[in-house]
């Protein structure tokens, strides 16, 4: 196997975005190659193959090791925002003389050269603020063993990005020599700490059942475990995907463990070498220092010191320099049949119009409608073979592969995703998806879920972006377009105004509510997220049912945003024929009841066009075109596993990112110093950590990690002792509370599933009032909580601290065990606001919420969520926005440039006024003109920013003219009136320290698109 990057992946990763995602999401699929090199020799280049490492990375396709690697169409990409650094072990301290830095066009405009001898204290030895880009060499003198370049300010609206970085010197003593291509490196250097074993696949001679196979031996998880049948010998063994330079293997050991066994390596899982053997083997953690290249390693066990079988938590494997097997694009193969208009290079318009020139009428419809049963999938467009038209596969999203298939990864739901802020993880995020969506042979993905949060008590609230529109619209787009670049169509729903499972009739809402608060945040998906699909949902609104609604999707999508896609039904939502063809709908999903004979009929008796067939046909076959379904085999497979490791970390990135501290009177982070007794309190904690919601937007876990576990690892070794009570005897719970240093409280509101709505905000199963009783007991009380969106707190004083996780997906326990104990410093910041009682929402009325009388007022207008708390001057418990940190910031300098070429450019300085490294996001709200009729302010931009104590950053905010703009129901349009707009910036809706003053000179039209 070689250890070079493929030819065609070279290219592909020279192009320049957005085509580049699309390049690089073959690096998460499929078979693997060494790419990583874990040394380099003694000579004046010191840093090429040295490990590296970054604040941060794009996405997986650019990590930081890329920039080291000796190749020059491979890069490292940071994430969009400053400070930013990347940094590279040079194994020894040495002279360094030379720094080559080649930038890709995202270059750094400010940026330091630095040098450290522990990677903690940092030298600078170069500094500009001038930076030009291009390949930049630096004469300079330093010493170090550490190298970065630590980045302040950019030249792009992108992050950093070098092809390579180069630090030149001299050594005062021998480092390891490189590797060379299509050989093993040699076990020479220090053992990293990377565990390989986790981007390993695992097999074994047997498993005690199917809860207990040998994949959960290398999933990171201590609470899942391998677990062999009763006899001897039993095998466990990973495959590392490459031959890799093994240093040391971790066993760790579950009750039943052996006491003979052996580690071998293979090259070949044929012919095994012995390199470590024990008669004498003591169970608990074993760490056995090795030394091999191999691609397969195993333990061989041969007495057992139970009468059970063997079992391991955890079968970790250790490499030189860290390297990992990275993966290598899958070849795909033409697609079947020899119609002209396969496999074809003509473009997509010729094509289509080329079929369609070939199809009847029947055949046109039987694009237009799914089947029911279908064989495989959720949803399922039966192809045509005769005309060479493949089958379109549907599952549902939005927080990963839904509908029960297995082998995927349960990401944090979208609320989670929104309290992030953080549009590039939102692409990631997109594209680690619609990865396992193709894997899974889906060609289109039923989400993301963008409609409003009008009210927490909305039993789908968890899918969802929050309650602001705009918000909403910019994770979208991110989302969408990490999906779409991976060969999947993202279909965002439900167009529009769907905010309630259970209504008591038809929404009434007007039209200037629908265009400002409903309908932009699927505009946006299709402007800048270029989405292929929509869907329309089970809304009634103004007495029409969404899916034959002109307003909710001819006018707004096709006619105001430019829309080329197509419009599938939700499931059983289409009640026409010929008002759905008319209004917009293009697909009825699951089945043909309308779409069918009664669509035929329709043509035939002219109530609907032939040429509004063929615009329906053409926009399901132009996406079917666009996303290569005629140029392409069909791949993947409904059964496969697709869920890797680094998937999984992308979840508990996500995770962290987005859980927010609400509340620290001092007690977090904790410590884990000896002596320390932390009581773990609620189910919540344990088995029945609420992770996901219900519905169509549940996913299966591939391997939840419990925060009880995750706590129980953080704290290992330190001498500080955990113990665990579910809480459901409170009495109990109260005693082990008031005997413990500190205690965590894990609640849950049980409330996130599709076709039921909640009554109340308060937890269920008397979760308040056990917080209530562990924190009379102990008030060192921190709750975190797990909540399809807003809930009410009625223990909020009494308790030292508050975590809100919404639904955080599998890697919740890592995450929330990094943030307690200030691994990770809290960054997320709510997507909704949180109100002091049901009395003290915009729908507090029985006429808004559930509606009366056969109609839902949306009467509050376009004063959802935070609008109308600031309109009516009602402080929230919580606002939009909010989210506290470990360490503080400030906001200075603001700057406000008057309006130029339809936009107007804002900047700020965020600083970090703490002692901790951290994020903040900076919030811009515009406030209009009293005379435009709008809410108090509106946010109009974010951004996250990272910084060292200390350490100040610029933010950029570019602002449209649409953001100065609102609907003129006179004319129909969006209109930018002449005057004086408020810009406001802070880090909620509720602190916004900067104001200043933007002047739109004269009144304009403002276009979507």
Same mark, same amino acid.
């Given at each position: 196997?070689?250890?070079?990057?493929?030819?065609?992946?070279?290219?592909?990763?020279k192009?320049?975005?957005?085509?580049?995602?699309?390049?690089?999401?073959?690096?998460l699929?499929?078979?693997?190659?060494?790419?990583?090199?874990?040394?380099?020799?003694?000579?004046? $280049?010191?840093?090429?193959?040295?490990?590296?490492t970054?604040?941060?990375?794009?996405?997986?396709?650019?990590?930081?090791?890329?920039?080291?690697?000796?190749?020059?169409?491979?890069?490292?990409?940071?994430?969009?925002?400053?400070?930013?650094?990347?940094?590279?072990d040079?194994?020894v301290?040495?002279?360094?003389?030379?720094?080559? =830095?080649?930038?890709?066009?995202?270059?750094?405009?400010?940026f330091?050269?630095?040098?450290?001898?522990?990677?903690?204290?940092w030298?600078?030895?170069?500094?500009?603020t001038?930076?030009?880009?291009?390949?930049?060499?630096?004469?300079?003198?330093?010493?170090?063993?550490?190298?970065?370049?630590?980045?302040?300010?950019?030249?792009?609206?992108?992050?950093?990005?070098l092809?390579?970085?180069?630090v030149?010197?001299?050594?005062?003593?021998?480092?390891?020599?490189?590797?060379?291509?299509?050989?093993?490196?040699?076990?020479?250097?220090?053992?990293?700490?990377?565990?390989?074993?986790?981007?390993?696949?695992? @097999?074994?001679s047997?498993?005690?059942?199917d809860?207990?196979?040998?994949?959960?031996?290398?999933?990171?998880?201590?609470?899942?475990?391998?677990?062999?049948?009763?006899?001897?010998?039993?095998w466990?063994?990973?495959?590392? *995907?490459?031959?890799?330079?093994?240093?040391?293997?971790?066993?760790?050991?579950?009750?039943?463990?052996?006491?003979?066994?052996?580690?071998?390596?293979?090259?070949?899982?044929?012919?095994?070498?012995?390199?470590?053997?024990?008669?004498?083997?003591?169970?608990?953690?074993?760490t056995?220092?090795?030394?091999?290249?191999?691609?397969?390693?195993?333990?061989?066990?041969?007495?057992?010191?139970?009468?059970?079988?063997?079992?391991?938590?955890?079968?970790?494997?250790?490499?030189?320099?860290?390297?990992?097997?990275?993966?290598?694009?899958?070849?795909?193969?033409?697609?079947?049949?020899?119609?002209?208009?396969?496999?074809?290079?003509a473009?997509?318009?010729?094509?289509v119009?080329?079929? $369609?020139?070939?199809?009847?009428?029947?055949?046109k419809?039987?694009l237009?409608?799914?089947?029911?049963?279908?064989?495989?999938?959720?949803?399922?467009?039966?192809?045509?073979?005769?005309?060479?038209?493949?089958?379109?596969?549907?599952?549902?999203?939005p927080?990963?592969?839904?509908?029960?298939?297995?082998?995927?990864?349960?990401?944090?739901?979208?609320?989670?995703?929104?309290?992030?802020?953080?549009?590039?993880?939102?692409?990631?995020?997109?594209?680690?998806?619609?990865?396992?969506?193709?894997g899974?042979?889906?060609?289109?993905?039923?989400?993301?879920t963008?409609?409003?949060?009008?009210?927490?008590?909305?039993?789908?609230?968890?899918?969802?972006?929050?309650?602001?529109?705009?918000?909403?619209?910019?994770?979208?787009?991110?989302?969408?377009?990490?999906?779409?670049?991976?060969?999947?169509?993202?279909?965002?729903?439900?167009?529009?105004?769907?905010?309630i499972?259970?209504?008591a009739?038809?929404?009434?809402?007007?039209?200037?509510?629908?265009?400002?608060?409903?309908?932009?945040a699927?505009?946006?998906?299709?402007?800048?997220?270029?989405a292929?699909?929509?869907?329309?949902?089970?809304?009634?609104?103004?007495?029409?049912p969404?899916?034959?609604?002109?307003?909710?999707?001819?006018?707004?999508?096709?006619?105001?945003?430019?829309?080329?896609?197509?419009?599938?039904?939700?499931?059983?939502?289409a009640?026409?024929?010929?008002?759905?063809?008319?209004?917009?709908?293009?697909?009825?999903?699951?089945?043909?009841?309308?779409?069918?004979?009664?669509?035929v009929?329709?043509?035939?008796?002219?109530?609907?066009s032939?040429?509004?067939?063929?615009?329906?046909?053409?926009?399901?076959?132009?996406?079917?075109?666009?996303?290569?379904?005629?140029?392409?085999?069909?791949?993947?497979?409904?059964?496969?596993?697709?869920?890797?490791?680094?998937?999984?970390?992308?979840?508990?990135?996500?995770?962290?990112?987005?859980?927010?501290?609400?509340?620290?009177?001092?007690?977090?982070? =904790?410590?884990? @110093?000896?002596?320390?007794?932390?009581?773990?309190?609620?189910?919540?904690? *344990?088995?029945?950590?609420?992770?996901?919601?219900?519905?169509?937007?549940?996913?299966?876990?591939?391997?939840?990690?419990?925060?009880?576990?995750?706590?129980?690892?953080?704290?290992?070794?330190?001498?500080?002792?955990?113990?665990?009570?579910?809480?459901?005897?409170?009495?109990?719970?109260?005693?082990?509370?008031?005997?413990?240093?500190?205690?965590?409280?894990?609640?849950?509101?049980?409330?996130?599933?599709?076709?039921?709505?909640?009554?109340?905000?308060?937890l269920?199963?008397?979760?308040?009032?056990?917080?209530?009783?562990?924190?009379?007991?102990?008030?060192?009380?921190?709750?975190? =909580?797990?909540?399809?969106?807003a809930?009410?707190?009625?223990? $909020?004083?009494?308790?030292?601290?508050?975590?809100?996780?919404?639904?955080?997906?599998?890697?919740?326990?890592?995450?929330?065990?990094?943030?307690?104990?200030?691994?990770?410093?809290?960054?997320?910041?709510?997507p909704?606001?949180?109100?002091?009682?049901?009395?003290?929402?915009?729908?507090?009325?029985?006429?808004?919420?559930?509606?009366?009388?056969?109609?839902?007022?949306?009467?509050?207008?376009?004063?959802?969520?935070?609008?109308?708390?600031?309109?009516?001057?009602?402080?929230?418990?919580f606002?939009?926005?909010?989210?506290?940190?470990?360490t503080?910031?400030?906001?200075?300098?603001?700057?406000?440039?008057?309006?130029?070429?339809?936009?107007?450019?804002?900047?700020?300085?965020?600083?970090?006024?703490?002692?901790?490294?951290?994020?903040?996001?900076?919030?811009?709200?515009?406030?209009?003109?009293?005379?435009n009729g709008?809410?108090?302010h509106?946010?109009?931009?974010?951004q996250?920013?990272?910084?060292?104590?200390?350490?100040?950053?610029?933010?950029?905010?570019?602002?449209?003219?649409?953001?100065?703009?609102?609907?003129?129901?006179?004319?129909?349009?969006?209109?930018?009136?002449?005057?004086?707009?408020?810009?406001?910036?802070?880090?909620?809706?509720?602190?916004?320290?900067?104001?200043?003053?933007?002047?739109?000179?004269?009144?304009?039209?403002?276009?979507?698109?």
């Amino acid at each position: 196997m070689t250890v070079e990057p493929l030819p065609a992946l070279r290219r592909a990763r020279k192009l320049r975005r957005p085509l580049l995602l699309a390049a690089a999401a073959v690096l998460l699929v499929a078979w693997t190659a060494l790419v990583v090199l874990p040394a380099s020799a003694a000579t004046t $280049l010191l840093s090429q193959g040295r490990p590296a490492t970054a604040s941060s990375t794009e996405n997986v396709a650019f990590p930081a090791s890329a920039a080291v690697d000796g190749d020059a169409g491979t890069r490292w990409s940071s994430a969009f925002s400053d400070p930013q650094w990347l940094q590279v072990d040079l194994g020894v301290s040495a002279t360094i003389s030379q720094v080559v =830095l080649q930038w890709e066009t995202a270059a750094g405009k400010a940026f330091q050269i630095q040098t450290s001898a522990d990677g903690a204290s940092w030298t600078s030895i170069y500094s500009t603020t001038t930076g030009a880009g291009g390949t930049q060499t630096l004469n300079v003198t330093g010493t170090g063993r550490y190298v970065r370049m630590y980045g302040t300010a950019r030249t792009t609206a992108y992050g950093y990005s070098l092809w390579e970085f180069q630090v030149y010197g001299t050594t005062a003593g021998p480092t390891t020599s490189p590797t060379t291509p299509n050989t093993s490196p040699t076990p020479t250097g220090s053992c990293s700490t990377t565990n390989a074993a986790l981007y390993g696949t695992a @097999t074994a001679s047997s498993s005690e059942n199917d809860g207990s196979g040998p994949g959960a031996a290398i999933d990171d998880n201590t609470a899942s475990r391998w677990s062999s049948l009763f006899t001897d010998p039993q095998w466990l063994q990973v495959d590392l *995907g490459a031959s890799l330079p093994v240093c040391q293997v971790k066993l760790q050991w579950e009750a039943a463990y052996a006491t003979a066994f052996q580690i071998q390596l293979s090259t070949n899982a044929s012919s095994w070498t012995t390199v470590y053997s024990t008669t004498t083997g003591t169970g608990g953690t074993q760490t056995i220092p090795v030394s091999g290249s191999a691609r397969y390693v195993r333990m061989y066990g041969t007495a057992r010191a139970t009468g059970y079988g063997y079992s391991l938590w955890e079968f970790g494997v250790y490499t030189v320099g860290g390297v990992v097997a990275t993966p290598t694009p899958t070849p795909t193969s033409p697609a079947p049949g020899n119609c002209p208009w396969v496999n074809s290079s003509a473009s997509t318009a010729s094509k289509v119009a080329q079929l $369609l020139g070939q199809m009847t009428l029947q055949q046109k419809t039987m694009l237009l409608h799914g089947t029911n049963p279908t064989k495989t999938y959720i949803g399922e467009v039966i192809g045509i073979p005769s005309l060479c038209i493949p089958t379109i596969n549907f599952q549902d999203g939005p927080s990963g592969v839904g509908d029960g298939l297995g082998g995927v990864t349960q990401m944090p739901d979208g609320v989670t995703t929104a309290a992030t802020f953080d549009t590039a993880y939102a692409k990631l995020y997109g594209q680690t998806i619609g990865t396992e969506f193709a894997g899974k042979g889906v060609n289109v993905a039923l989400g993301p879920t963008i409609n409003m949060v009008r009210d927490p008590r909305w039993g789908r609230s968890f899918e969802t972006y929050g309650e602001d529109p705009y918000l909403s619209g910019q994770m979208a787009a991110a989302d969408v377009q990490g999906i779409q670049s991976q060969g999947v169509m993202a279909q965002v729903k439900h167009a529009a105004a769907y905010n309630i499972e259970q209504p008591a009739g038809t929404i009434i809402v007007d039209q200037r509510t629908l265009q400002e608060i409903y309908l932009p945040a699927f505009q946006t998906a299709i402007t800048q997220g270029n989405a292929a699909s929509v869907m329309c949902g089970y809304s009634n609104v103004n007495n029409v049912p969404a899916c034959q609604n002109p307003q909710l999707l001819n006018v707004p999508l096709y006619q105001q945003a430019g829309f080329t896609g197509f419009v599938g039904s939700d499931w059983g939502g289409a009640h026409s024929t010929v008002e759905s063809a008319n209004a917009g709908m293009t697909m009825e999903m699951p089945g043909g009841y309308f779409y069918a004979d009664f669509l035929v009929q329709a043509v035939q008796n002219g109530q609907v066009s032939q040429a509004t067939v063929d615009t329906m046909v053409t926009r399901v076959l132009t996406k079917m075109f666009d996303f290569g379904m005629f140029n392409k085999a069909p791949s993947g497979s409904a059964t496969a596993n697709v869920t890797t490791y680094a998937h999984q970390q992308v979840a508990v990135q996500g995770a962290t990112e987005g859980t927010v501290l609400l509340k620290n009177n001092g007690v977090l982070p =904790l410590s884990a @110093t000896s002596g320390t007794s932390i009581a773990v309190i609620g189910v919540d904690a *344990g088995a029945g950590t609420q992770t996901i919601g219900g519905g169509s937007g549940t996913v299966t876990s591939s391997g939840t990690i419990w925060p009880i576990t995750g706590i129980q690892n953080r704290v290992a070794g330190t001498g500080a002792t955990v113990t665990y009570n579910e809480g459901t005897d409170q009495a109990a719970a109260a005693t082990l509370a008031r005997n413990s240093t500190v205690a965590v409280v894990f609640a849950s509101d049980n409330y996130g599933h599709e076709e039921g709505d909640n009554t109340s905000l308060n937890l269920p199963n008397n979760q308040d009032a056990l917080i209530s009783a562990v924190a009379a007991a102990n008030p060192r009380t921190v709750v975190v =909580l797990n909540n399809n969106a807003a809930i009410l707190m009625p223990w $909020l004083n009494q308790v030292a601290g508050v975590f809100e996780g919404f639904y955080d997906g599998q890697g919740w326990g890592k995450a929330i065990a990094a943030l307690l104990f200030g691994d990770a410093n809290p960054s997320g910041h709510l997507p909704i606001s949180f109100p002091t009682a049901l009395s003290n929402m915009p729908t507090s009325t029985a006429a808004q919420w559930p509606g009366v009388n056969g109609q839902v007022q949306y009467s509050e207008g376009m004063n959802i969520g935070y609008r109308w708390y600031d309109a009516r001057n009602v402080a929230p418990l919580f606002p939009f926005g909010f989210g506290l940190s470990y360490t503080t910031f400030g906001f200075s300098n603001l700057h406000v440039n008057a309006i130029s070429g339809n936009s107007a450019t804002v900047t700020a300085t965020v600083t970090n006024t703490g002692s901790r490294a951290g994020t903040e996001v900076a919030q811009l709200y515009v406030g209009h003109p009293a005379a435009n009729g709008e809410p108090p302010h509106q946010l109009q931009g974010f951004q996250r920013v990272t910084l060292n104590p200390g350490a100040s950053a610029t933010v950029t905010f570019t602002l449209p003219m649409r953001a100065f703009a609102h609907w003129d129901t006179a004319s129909n349009t969006w209109i930018a009136s002449a005057g004086s707009y408020q810009i406001l910036v802070g880090d909620s809706s509720r602190n916004l320290p900067l104001t200043g003053t933007e002047t739109v000179p004269t009144t304009v039209t403002v276009p979507l698109h």
